[in-house]
């Protein structure tokens, strides 16, 4: 399992990345190897944005990345924010 966290300042129109968010979800979801994911937004900061998903393995991930139809999601979250992406490998976890 790894997980995938992207940090994002939207640029943009709030409702229009939302929308481009929501339409690259529904992408990742089809793919091989995709668990789950939740877009967070801050609650003093409206621009910021925070995406966690996890995979089941970083292998699945790179090649719904390399897809040619991620292209089009690609520009979208760009033309509307900046981000900041990297993969994880968690170590512990606890629920109540």
């Not at 129109?13 to 793919?31: G, K, L, N, V, Y």
């Not at 995406?51 to 393995?57: L, S």
């Amino acid at each position: 399992m790894i997980t995938f966290i992207n940090r994002f300042t939207v640029t943009g129109p709030a409702e229009q990345f939302e929308h481009a968010f929501d339409e690259t979800s529904a992408f990742f979801a089809a793919q091989p190897g995709f668990v789950r994911h939740r877009l967070m937004r801050h609650t003093q900061d409206p621009a910021a944005y925070v995406n966690v998903a996890e995979w089941q393995d970083e292998e699945s991930f790179r090649t719904a990345l390399d897809r040619p139809e991620f292209t089009a999601h690609r520009a979208a979250l760009r033309a509307l924010s900046t981000s900041d992406p990297n993969l994880y490998v968690p170590l512990y976890e606890r629920s109540a």
